[in-house]
C-alpha cells in the first residue's frame, strides 16, 4: 500500500487512554463537581508524562499484546502510587480510596477491551494488505524459504514480502554491488538469514541500516518448540537463554503483583456484603466455622494454607486425602450451591494479598496428590515456578477433576498457560471464570 498512517496510531492511542482514564474516574465517582475536575487533570497529565517513558505506545510487528499491556502495567502502577501520594501524603484532595481503586480497576478493564479489538483490527487490515511493510529477505537459502513460508502462513504481521536474495547471489566480494541490489528494492526492513555467520558482511548491513534508516534483523537456522528463550547481550556477544522454565522477569513479576493487588484488593471492598452473607449462610446452615483452611503448595514447593468457605460436613476427610466427586455425600446442600458457582473460592482473594497466589495461574494442590501426579508426569514441577491461581485455564477448559489420571489430563492446559503468560489470556481467563460461575458449571 501506498500510504501508511501507522504513525498516527500512537497518538490515537493515548488520546483513547486519556479519554478512557477519565470515563473511569466518572464511573466510580459519579459527580464531577467539587474538586473532580482538578483530580481528573493532574491524573491526565500525569498519564502523558509517563506513559513515552514506558514507550506503550509503539506498534511493533508482530504487534505482540502481551509486552504491551505488560508495559501498560508499569505505567499504571507508578501512576498508581503518584497518585496516592498526592492524595494521602500532601492531604491536597480528599477522595475515599475504594473509589479511586474502583477507578483503575475500571480503567484496566476498558484499556483491556481497548486493546484487544485495536489488535484485531490492526490484524484485519493487515490481513487486507493495509498498511503494509516492505521486508526483504537475504542470505542462506533453506532459513530464508523457511522465514519466507512462516510470514506467508500470517498476514496480520502485515508484511509485503519481495524477491528474495538468495546468498550465491549477493556478490560477496563487493558491498557496493550489493547495497545497490539492497537499495533497489526500497525495503523498510531487512532480514538477514544465515547459518555461519559473516563478521564483516554484518558489520557492512548494521552500518548500511543506518545510514538508509532500513530495520536490519538476523535469522539464524535454529528452531525452538516453545517462546521460553530469550537473547542475553554480553558486551558483543549476543547469546540464547533456553529457560528450563519460563518463568516471568522482574517487570512482568512486578506488573502481575500490582494487578493482583489491585483487582482483589477491589473486589474484596465491592463484595464484602456478599462475603457477610456467605458466611452466615455457611454458618447456619450446618455445624462447624464458615471458613476452612487447607495446606497446599505454592511458588517454589512453599507450603501455604488456602481459605475457602466450607462446603462439606466437618471431619469430611478422616479417611485421608480424598479428591470431590459427582454425587459426593460430603457436601452440604448449601456447598453444592456455592461450590457449583465457585463462591466458596471468594476467600482466597485473601491469599493473593498476602502473596501467596495469583488471580490467575495453575490451581495449587495437595502434596499428598502431588507426589502422585510427579510419578505419573514429571513435568508437573515446572508449574510451581508460578504462583498458583484461584482460577486457571486447566480450570476453565477442564474442569474439577475426580482422580489422579484426570489431574494430568488437566495438567497440559495448565503447561499451555505457562508457555503463554500475559495480561491478555489472564483477563480473559477471569471473565470466562465469570461465565462458569453464572452458569453453574463448577463442581
Given at each position: 500500500?501506498?500510504?501508511?498512517?501507522?504513525?498516527?496510531?500512537?497518538?490515537?492511542?493515548?488520546?483513547?487512554?486519556?479519554?478512557?482514564?477519565?470515563?473511569?474516574?466518572?464511573?466510580?465517582?459519579?459527580?464531577?463537581?467539587?474538586?473532580?475536575?482538578?483530580?481528573?487533570?493532574?491524573?491526565?497529565?500525569?498519564?502523558?508524562?509517563?506513559?513515552?517513558?514506558?514507550?506503550?505506545?509503539?506498534?511493533?510487528?508482530?504487534?505482540?499484546?502481551?509486552?504491551?499491556?505488560?508495559?501498560?502495567?508499569?505505567?499504571?502502577?507508578?501512576?498508581?502510587?503518584?497518585?496516592?501520594?498526592?492524595?494521602?501524603?500532601?492531604?491536597?484532595?480528599?477522595?475515599?480510596?475504594?473509589?479511586?481503586?474502583?477507578?483503575?480497576?475500571?480503567?484496566?478493564?476498558?484499556?483491556?477491551?481497548?486493546?484487544?479489538?485495536?489488535?484485531?483490527?490492526?490484524?484485519?487490515?493487515?490481513?487486507?494488505?493495509?498498511?503494509?511493510?516492505?521486508?526483504?529477505?537475504?542470505g542462506?537459502?533453506?532459513?530464508?524459504?523457511?522465514?519466507?513460508?512462516?510470514?506467508?502462513?500470517?498476514?496480520?504481521?502485515?508484511?509485503?514480502?519481495?524477491?528474495?536474495?538468495?546468498?550465491?547471489?549477493m556478490?560477496?566480494?563487493?558491498?557496493?554491488?550489493?547495497?545497490?541490489?539492497?537499495?533497489?528494492?526500497?525495503?523498510?526492513?531487512?532480514?538477514?538469514?544465515?547459518?555461519?555467520?559473516?563478521?564483516?558482511?554484518?558489520s557492512?548491513?548494521?552500518?548500511?541500516?543506518?545510514?538508509?534508516?532500513?530495520?536490519i534483523?538476523?535469522?539464524?537456522?535454529?528452531?525452538?518448540?516453545?517462546?521460553?528463550?530469550k537473547?542475553?547481550n554480553?558486551?558483543?556477544?549476543?547469546?540464547?537463554?533456553?529457560?528450563?522454565?519460563?518463568?516471568?522477569?522482574?517487570?512482568?513479576?512486578?506488573?502481575?503483583?500490582?494487578?493482583?493487588?489491585?483487582?482483589?484488593?477491589?473486589?474484596?471492598?465491592?463484595?464484602?456484603?456478599?462475603?457477610?452473607?456467605?458466611?452466615?449462610?455457611t454458618?447456619?446452615?450446618?455445624?462447624?466455622?464458615?471458613?476452612?483452611?487447607?495446606?497446599?503448595?505454592g511458588?517454589?514447593?512453599?507450603?501455604?494454607?488456602?481459605?475457602?468457605?466450607?462446603?462439606?460436613?466437618?471431619?469430611?476427610?478422616?479417611?485421608?486425602?480424598?479428591?470431590?466427586?459427582?454425587?459426593?455425600?460430603?457436601?452440604?446442600?448449601?456447598?453444592?450451591?456455592?461450590?457449583?458457582t465457585?463462591?466458596?473460592?471468594?476467600?482466597?482473594?485473601?491469599?493473593?494479598?498476602?502473596?501467596?497466589?495469583?488471580?490467575?495461574?495453575?490451581?495449587?494442590?495437595?502434596?499428598?496428590?502431588?507426589?502422585?501426579?510427579?510419578?505419573?508426569?514429571?513435568?508437573?514441577?515446572?508449574?510451581?515456578?508460578?504462583?498458583?491461581?484461584?482460577?486457571?485455564?486447566?480450570?476453565?477448559?477442564?474442569?474439577?477433576?475426580?482422580?489422579?489420571?484426570?489431574?494430568?489430563?488437566?495438567?497440559?492446559?495448565?503447561?499451555?498457560?505457562?508457555?503463554?503468560?500475559?495480561?491478555?489470556?489472564?483477563?480473559?481467563?477471569?471473565?470466562?471464570?465469570?461465565?462458569?460461575?453464572?452458569?453453574g458449571?463448577?463442581?
Amino acid at each position: 500500500m501506498k500510504h501508511r498512517y501507522s504513525h498516527l496510531l500512537p497518538g490515537l492511542t493515548l488520546i483513547s487512554d486519556i479519554i478512557l482514564l477519565n470515563v473511569a474516574y466518572c464511573l466510580a465517582h459519579g459527580t464531577l463537581s467539587g474538586e473532580h475536575p482538578r483530580m481528573m487533570l493532574i491524573k491526565t497529565l500525569c498519564w502523558v508524562l509517563l506513559s513515552p517513558l514506558f514507550k506503550i505506545y509503539t506498534t511493533p510487528r508482530p504487534l505482540l499484546l502481551k509486552e504491551n499491556m505488560f508495559r501498560f502495567s508499569e505505567v499504571l502502577c507508578c501512576h498508581l502510587i503518584i497518585i496516592f501520594s498526592l492524595i494521602y501524603v500532601t492531604k491536597y484532595f480528599d477522595v475515599l480510596s475504594y473509589r479511586l481503586f474502583a477507578t483503575y480497576l475500571v480503567f484496566i478493564v476498558l484499556v483491556s477491551l481497548q486493546r484487544h479489538y485495536l489488535s484485531i483490527f490492526l490484524d484485519y487490515i493487515r490481513k487486507k494488505g493495509f498498511n503494509g511493510r516492505r521486508i526483504l529477505i537475504i542470505g542462506d537459502e533453506e532459513v530464508a524459504k523457511r522465514l519466507k513460508m512462516h510470514f506467508d502462513d500470517r498476514p496480520a504481521y502485515g508484511y509485503d514480502i519481495l524477491p528474495t536474495i538468495f546468498e550465491q547471489n549477493m556478490a560477496y566480494g563487493s558491498h557496493e554491488v550489493l547495497a545497490k541490489k539492497l537499495l533497489d528494492q526500497n525495503a523498510h526492513e531487512i532480514f538477514f538469514c544465515y547459518k555461519k555467520i559473516d563478521a564483516t558482511l554484518v558489520s557492512f548491513l548494521i552500518s548500511f541500516g543506518a545510514q538508509h534508516k532500513i530495520n536490519i534483523k538476523l535469522m539464524s537456522d535454529v528452531v525452538l518448540t516453545d517462546r521460553s528463550a530469550k537473547i542475553i547481550n554480553y558486551d558483543t556477544l549476543p547469546l540464547l537463554h533456553l529457560r528450563n522454565c519460563s518463568g516471568l522477569g522482574k517487570t512482568e513479576i512486578l506488573a502481575k503483583r500490582g494487578f493482583d493487588i489491585l483487582f482483589s484488593s477491589s473486589l474484596i471492598i465491592i463484595a464484602s456484603p456478599l462475603f457477610a452473607m456467605l458466611y452466615l449462610i455457611t454458618k447456619l446452615t450446618s455445624k462447624g466455622p464458615a471458613y476452612y483452611t487447607q495446606e497446599r503448595i505454592g511458588l517454589n514447593g512453599r507450603p501455604f494454607r488456602i481459605i475457602k468457605f466450607r462446603s462439606m460436613y466437618i471431619n469430611a476427610e478422616e479417611m485421608g486425602p480424598q479428591l470431590s466427586k459427582h454425587g459426593d455425600p460430603r457436601i452440604t446442600k448449601w456447598g453444592l450451591l456455592i461450590r457449583k458457582t465457585r463462591l466458596d473460592e471468594l476467600p482466597q482473594f485473601f491469599n493473593v494479598l498476602k502473596g501467596e497466589m495469583s488471580v490467575v495461574g495453575p490451581r495449587p494442590e495437595r502434596i499428598h496428590f502431588i507426589e502422585k501426579i510427579a510419578q505419573i508426569a514429571p513435568h508437573y514441577k515446572l508449574l510451581q515456578c508460578l504462583k498458583p491461581g484461584i482460577t486457571s485455564i486447566g480450570q476453565i477448559r477442564y474442569g474439577y477433576a475426580e482422580n489422579v489420571e484426570q489431574m494430568c489430563e488437566r495438567l497440559e492446559y495448565d503447561l499451555m498457560y505457562l508457555q503463554d503468560i500475559s495480561f491478555r489470556s489472564d483477563v480473559g481467563l477471569i471473565l470466562n471464570t465469570v461465565r462458569v460461575m453464572i452458569q453453574g458449571k463448577g463442581k
